[in-house]
């Protein structure tokens, strides 16, 4: 009898989601930063997986991080590997309500002060065994955060750059103008936007808000001066101190109101469009729905 020795190596699921994030940023600090871990245990783990399977994954040079041809076979099978995980535990909570545990939900600065606290409670009450683990950041990390399954959902102001994930609108946010009571435009009805551009103020670069805000008064660039807001509750401040204007959406109008700015209805149409973001095949679909329903009757009443 012949007996044939097979050399097991261990597969990890945590080395996968290095391959997927690495493959993805095709660049080791930002893919540590998306893994949440230091880029020296990300590129020490990807390396200790190449040795178990004995193949090299990625091409490293000075410029640039590439896959290897066996690095694109291997990638493919790293997603569905972690699909595949995602759903197994789905499945060992099946004789369990979907509104049982955790919910993973990352929503963006401009909302998540404002939101999150009208919809909480409503939730709890409907939900009693959901909590919320949230998680605050810009677009696009929240975005990476979801696909790479470190968040199950993500409340976002943007259409999906990509077909990979899925997003169903919740409802309308409209702008407002934030003046300062001096400012020649504080006494009007209603606002052209045209009419703010000359000493608009927009949040920081990375913001989704400040593109917003750009595109509804019809510029390119901001009045900043040496400013660099990265909140909004900062932004009405700079207002307050008539350093210029800006537009508000109209969830933080009640959070904003008690500052010394004056707000005001735009004569146009400028909004932005609130949408629930998730993974197509995430295994817990009534959470989502439970979710969406909460906020769009907190929201029904706007602002």
């Given at each position: 009898?012949?007996?044939?020795?097979?050399?097991?190596?261990?597969?990890?699921?945590?080395?996968?989601?290095?391959?997927?994030?690495?493959?993805?940023?095709?660049?080791?600090?930002?893919?540590?930063?998306?893994?949440?871990?230091?880029?020296?245990?990300?590129?020490?783990?990807?390396?200790?997986?190449?040795?178990?399977?004995?193949?090299?994954?990625?091409?490293?040079?000075?410029?640039?991080?590439?896959?290897?041809?066996?690095?694109?076979?291997?990638?493919?099978?790293?997603?569905?590997?972690?699909?595949?995980?995602?759903?197994?535990?789905?499945?060992?909570?099946?004789?369990?309500?979907?509104?049982?545990?955790?919910?993973?939900?990352?929503?963006?600065?401009?909302?998540?002060?404002?939101?999150?606290?009208r919809i909480l409670g409503p939730l709890r009450?409907?939900?009693?065994?959901?909590?919320?683990?949230?998680?605050?950041?810009?677009?696009?990390?929240?975005?990476?955060?979801?696909?790479?399954?470190?968040?199950?959902?993500?409340?976002?102001?943007?259409?999906?750059?990509?077909?990979?994930?899925?997003?169903?609108?919740?409802?309308?946010?409209?702008?407002?103008?934030?003046?300062p009571p001096s400012h020649r435009l504080a006494?009007?009805?209603?606002?052209?936007?045209?009419?703010?551009?000359?000493?608009?103020?927009?949040?920081?670069?990375?913001?989704?808000?400040?593109?917003?805000?750009?595109?509804?008064?019809?510029?390119?660039?901001?009045?900043?001066?040496?400013?660099?807001?990265?909140?909004?509750?900062?932004?009405?401040?700079?207002?307050?101190?008539?350093?210029?204007?800006?537009?508000?959406?109209?969830?933080?109008?009640?959070?904003?109101?008690?500052?010394?700015?004056?707000?005001?209805?735009?004569?146009?149409?400028?909004?932005?469009?609130?949408?629930?973001?998730?993974?197509?095949?995430?295994?817990?679909?009534?959470?989502?729905?439970?979710?969406?329903?909460?906020?769009?009757?907190?929201?029904?009443g706007q602002p």
């Amino acid at each position: 009898m012949t007996i044939i020795a097979v050399r097991p190596f261990p597969l990890s699921f945590q080395a996968l989601r290095y391959v997927v994030a690495l493959a993805q940023h095709r660049h080791f600090g930002r893919a540590a930063k998306a893994c949440h871990v230091s880029q020296p245990t990300l590129s020490s783990q990807l390396r200790k997986f190449e040795e178990d399977l004995g193949v090299r994954l990625f091409e490293r040079t000075n410029k640039q991080v590439a896959l290897t041809p066996a690095g694109e076979r291997i990638l493919e099978h790293a997603r569905k590997a972690l699909e595949e995980m995602s759903l197994l535990e789905a499945a060992a909570q099946a004789g369990r309500d979907q509104l049982d545990g955790p919910l993973k939900l990352g929503v963006i600065p401009t909302l998540a002060p404002y939101l999150m606290p009208r919809i909480l409670g409503p939730l709890r009450e409907a939900c009693p065994r959901m909590t919320i683990e949230l998680w605050e950041d810009l677009t696009h990390p929240l975005l990476d955060l979801l696909r790479n399954h470190r968040l199950d959902a993500a409340i976002i102001a943007t259409d999906l750059p990509d077909r990979d994930l899925t997003a169903i609108a919740l409802f309308v946010d409209p702008f407002l103008a934030a003046l300062p009571p001096s400012h020649r435009l504080a006494s009007a009805e209603r606002i052209r936007e045209a009419d703010l551009a000359r000493d608009i103020l927009v949040l920081a670069d990375g913001h989704c808000l400040a593109m917003q805000t750009l595109n509804a008064c019809g510029r390119k660039s901001a009045h900043r001066g040496f400013f660099q807001a990265a909140s909004l509750d900062t932004l009405a401040n700079l207002v307050a101190a008539g350093y210029g204007t800006t537009l508000i959406p109209a969830v933080a109008a009640a959070a904003l109101s008690t500052r010394n700015v004056v707000l005001r209805p735009l004569a146009g149409a400028a909004s932005r469009t609130i949408r629930l973001a998730s993974r197509p095949t995430f295994p817990r679909p009534q959470a989502l729905r439970a979710l969406e329903g909460v906020i769009r009757k907190a929201m029904a009443g706007q602002p």
